[in-house]
């Protein structure tokens, strides 16, 4: 994994609460064996015409938002399955952040694993940064996660949370797969401690 | 004295490896991983790429069903797979459970199933266990008192080399439901009914433990109902703490401890209820006396009311966020504010998935399909939650029943529940489904759900038409 710098990038609002990861990217995309190629199916439903053509009407067709890294969505975001599916479609895309007032908690997990921001911010940010979208398209934001600071045009800084082990993970690029491997000791003290109590399957 | 602790709590701390510090979360041990086509084969890629093992393969089972056809099985006895992605899918599951040596149950074969129907009936869901699986609705096993919920895939890595996952400590939500159930009324009400009052992120960053009269009346598989849908309340995992119907459902089934380690387990677990005086972060009560049958009229499952209610007008709602999303999910659904579903006409109904396709769910169906027909250009879909489901349904002639009303009974698996199978509505078809999400599309591109109970979907199918159940138990049935 790449590690996260600051980064100044264009947004897209998408200011609808509780967007599904169904919505972000429909089930039947999900026969994959891999992580590539998901960008294409994001928000496919809403994207693209039955016909495949590409729905004029979708925000991210409009030439004006093209390039764009950082969406603005309303609340619960990534609400309902647990599809990992969901975060790599997203960066597949392009986009390295999303904000919002709140994030549904496996969504959350799985963005931070694969460096994807979930950025939470309170409802006048986010109101404020829909409303900058809508009236002037090309909006830029800064990104700064050592400082946990999204800076808006205006120089307002809003801070962020994030977990501490995340953001340490994320800063210097590294997995969280690595930490636990390292815990062997640990894990089979516990496992030396706590037979299996039950019958298990193999 | 020592702090009285929930039942989360107790499991919890029970199962830390290394506690949470100021720079990490906690490492929590896993006892079983539940495994299944979609959401696995990138995890064993990245084992793969790092040259790791599957720690612990005898706390892991897979199974087929996500992907997988629902169709009659050919004169060969197998179930053809005429999807090709789905099939590399389903070979790609069976090669990886080959190389790391995790038991499979494979399509068709006797024990395979949805995974959430599959763990409680092979008797491998216990109290007090942390099960995992990298699928939302892993919260269901939470019926027996344990700790369940849903990973993504690269948590489902984590599980499968290390047996642990790094975890935050959520908080703790009781949820109350007081008094008895009115006939007609069944545990989707219940949940339904939850959700619709705490909205779909009511519950996030908590865990539930449903409490409360009506809760410890229900069944097992009622209670795998309600725990199946904490996560359309926003909650990873809910729970209830195990009492004397836990054990008796859990005795005599394949993987329950026996003879002597029957008795330890269960003293054991009889320690797993809160203690007195134990504390939540949160509190909802219901009243079950005045549940009605629930139906939903949306595209999230919060968006819910008692089925003889009108759908709610946008234009009265304070909240213009909340105003925007009803106003598009009416526009979505083709609904008007203000009027009843109660006699809107539907195309599909659906019985089955991880919330309502066990024994008794089928049992409950065809108790009230009995001399009764699906109506004229009504399609019926009954899709038990397993092959052994499907087994004993047809020992006690459930299926004769379903088919003689004109539904059609198919092979066990998530059919349209996902619609990765080909089950799916066509755009702008109406169905009332037992499922659990009416995300748009998430029956078929286009599609509409109602979310309803079994009893519901059985009505509706015999009227064409949402039906309140109440009333369709009044009527006296020529057998």
């Known amino acids: 994994m790449e590690p996260i710098t600051t980064f100044t990038a264009k947004i897209v609002a998408l200011p609808s609460e509780n967007i599904d990861t169904d919505q972000i990217i429909p089930a039947r995309f999900l026969k994959t064996t891999n992580k590539t190629g998901l960008g294409e199916s994001l928000f496919a439903d809403w994207r693209y015409n039955t016909d495949g053509s590409p729905n004029p009407d ?33 960066q597949g895309y392009g986009l390295k952040a999303v904000v919002s007032t709140y994030f549904a908690d496996i969504f959350k997990n799985n963005a931070l694993k694969n460096g994807l921001l979930p950025i939470t911010v309170d409802e006048e940010t986010y109101h404020q940064l829909v409303s900058l979208f809508e009236e002037e398209p090309g909006t830029m934001v800064t990104i700064d996660l050592a400082g946990q600071r999204l800076v808006l045009p205006d120089g307002r800084k809003v801070e962020f949370p994030i977990d501490g082990f995340s953001k340490h993970c994320l800063l210097n690029g590294v997995d969280q797969m690595g930490f636990l491997m390292q815990q062997e000791e640990d894990i089979v003290a516990y496992e030396t401690a706590h037979p299996a109590a039950f019958g298990t399957v193999g | 004295m020592t702090q009285p602790k929930t039942l989360f709590e107790k499991i919890w701390d029970a199962h830390i490896v290394r506690p949470e510090t100021a720079d990490t979360p906690a490492v929590l041990y896993i006892d079983m991983h539940l495994v299944h086509e979609v959401t696995s084969p ?16 005898e706390r892991t089972l897979a199974t087929m069903d996500h992907s997988t056809p629902t169709t009659p099985r050919g004169l ?56 995992v699986c990298g699928d939302s609705h892993t919260s269901t096993h939470g019926a ?5 919920f849903g990973i993504g895939t690269s948590e489902v890595a984590h599980v499968l080399a290390t047996q642990c996952l790094l975890q935050s400590k959520p908080h703790t939500y009781a949820v109350r439901v007081n008094g008895q159930l009115q006939p ?45 849908m904490s996560i359309e309340g926003g909650a990873r995992a809910g729970m209830v703490a195990p009492d004397d119907t836990t054990f008796e459902y859990i005795a005599g089934r394949p993987f329950a401890p026996k003879g002597a380690e029957w008795e330890a387990a269960v003293a054991r677990w009889r320690n797993l209820p809160s203690d007195e005086g134990a504390t939540y972060d949160k509190e909802v009560v219901l009243d079950a006396n005045e549940l009605t049958p629930m139906i939903t009229y949306g595209t999230n ?21 909340a105003r925007m999303a009803l106003d598009k999910a009416l526009t979505y659904m083709d609904l008007r504010p203000g009027t009843p579903l109660l006699g809107h006409p539907v195309d599909v109904v659906f019985v089955g998935s991880c919330t309502n396709s066990r024994i008794s769910d089928l049992r409950l169906a065809a108790g009230l399909m009995r001399g009764r027909k699906v109506a004229p250009g009504v399609r019926m879909l009954v899709v038990p939650g397993s092959q052994q489901v499907k087994r004993q349904a047809e020992v006690e002639g459930l299926d004769q029943i379903f088919k003689e009303a004109g539904a059609e009974w198919r092979e066990a ?12 509505l066509r755009p702008g078809q109406y169905a009332v489904s037992t499922s659990n999400r009416n995300f748009e599309g998430r029956q078929g591109k286009g599609g509409r759900t109602f979310l309803a109970s079994p009893l519901t979907a059985v009505a509706t199918a015999v009227n064409g038409c949402v039906t309140d159940v109440r009333e369709m138990l009044a009527e006296p049935v020529a057998v």
């Open chain 2, 144 to 148: 027996f008192g344990a700790l369940a």
């Open chain 2, 42 to 57: 990138q995890a064993f890629t990245e084992l793969r790429e790092r040259g790791l093992k599957v720690r612990r393969p």
């Open chain 2, 76 to 131: 060969d006895g197998l179930i053809p797979i005429v999807d090709t992605q789905a099939a590399a899918q389903l070979d790609r599951l069976t090669q990886n459970c080959q190389d790391f040596g995790i038991p499979l149950y494979r399509l068709g074969t006797e024990n395979q199933g949805i995974v959430h129907v599959i763990g409680p009936e092979q008797g491998l869901t216990q109290p007090g266990m942390t099960i």
């Open chain 1, 58 to 90: 979708f925000v991210l067709n409009r030439p004006d938002v093209q390039g764009a890294q950082v969406l603005i969505a309303g609340n619960n975001f990534g609400c309902g399955s647990s599809r990992e599916h969901a975060p790599w479609a997203l």
């Open chain 2, 184 to 228: 007609g009324v069944s545990a989707k009400d219940i949940i339904l009914a939850i959700i619709a009052k705490i909205g779909i992120g009511g519950g996030t960053g908590h865990v539930f433990e449903y409490m409360g009269d009506a809760i410890r009346a229900l069944s097992m598989e009622e209670r795998m109902t309600i725990c199946n």
């Open chain 2, 413 to 424: 698996g998530c059919s349209m529940c996902i619609a990765m199978n080909g089950d799916e």
């Open chain 2, 301 to 321: 499952p919060g968006m819910g009311m008692p089925i003889n209610a009108t759908i709610p007008d946008p234009a009265g709602m304070r909240d213009p966020s």
